[in-house]
């Protein structure tokens, strides 16, 4: 089973698209900060995919990127930000990430972009 790591310090988001991520047949860990989900890397090894916000107390997102490809260079990562300043993509892609959703998340765009990126099918169409 492919886990997925999701960051965000918002409690709500992380429970609503962690179920996402189950129903999808996806293991979901969760983080509510960039230094949990180090933490999180180091005690269970890195995920098949990272989704992570930008905006968060103490380490931001894009820090939590930029560390993150230090120990896997090719971990697909995407970020689910409120945030859409070019510069802040434009970095976010210096620094590997695949995709930036902006937040809200449609559930079936956050799943089809998280298929996308893991190399699997796309999630059917309603």
Known sequence: MKTVL??????SIR?????????AGFEAQTASSAEEGLQHIVDHGTP???VTDV????????????RV???????P?????ALSDKGLVAEARLVG????MLKPVEPEYFLNKLKSCLGEAQALSS
């Open 6 to 11: 999701l960051l965000d310090d918002a409690r």
């Open 69 to 75: 490809r230090l120990v896997s260079r090719h971990t």
């Open 15 to 23: 429970s609503v698209y962690a179920e996402v991520i189950r129903q």
């Open 97 to 100: 990430v695949q995709a930036w």
């Open 77 to 81: 990562i995407i970020v689910m930000s």
């Open 55 to 66: 905006n968060m107390p103490g380490m931001s997102g894009l820090e939590f990127c930029k």
């Open 48 to 50: 098949d995919l990272i």
